[in-house]
């Protein structure tokens, strides 16, 4: 089983940077796909990024390309998010997530993950 715990959301302006953090337990972290996905008020939870394994490979949605960066210490247990240019669209609560049962391909959705965290709060004023 895997804790994930997120952190490093804010109040941030426009044109800002913020680097969310995903912080899990477990000795098996390295076995395991990492995803940031987030959910603005009133809308469905959408897809931001995923990291393979290794970190050798990751998935971007359309919206965050060119802007944001995902990456992973398996040292450290600890999956990264680095938002950069943040706008105002960008305002949602951010979850990260957890999944080792299928190939990589298929972690730009939410169903294969099994562990999720409880989210950390990124509001981007204009």
């Known amino acids: 089983q895997v804790q994930l715990v997120e952190s490093g959301g804010g109040l941030v302006q426009a044109g800002d940077s913020l680097r969310l953090s995903c912080a899990a337990s477990?000795?098996?972290?390295?076995?395991?796909?990492i995803g940031w996905f987030r959910q603005a008020p009133g809308k469905e939870r959408d897809f931001v990024a995923a990291v393979s394994w290794s970190g050798g490979s990751t998935y971007y949605a359309d919206s965050v390309k060119g802007r944001f960066t995902i990456s992973r210490d398996n040292a450290k247990n600890t999956v990264y998010l680095q938002m950069n240019s943040l706008n105002p669209e960008d305002t949602a609560v951010y979850y990260c997530?957890?999944?080792?049962?299928?190939?990589?391909?298929?972690?730009?959705?939410?169903?294969?993950?099994?562990?999720w965290g409880q989210g950390t709060r990124v509001t981007v004023s204009s």
């Open positions: 997530a957890a999944g080792r049962k299928y190939s990589f391909s298929h972690y730009t959705s939410s169903r294969p993950y099994d562990y």
């Open positions: 477990g000795r098996t972290f390295s076995y395991y796909a």
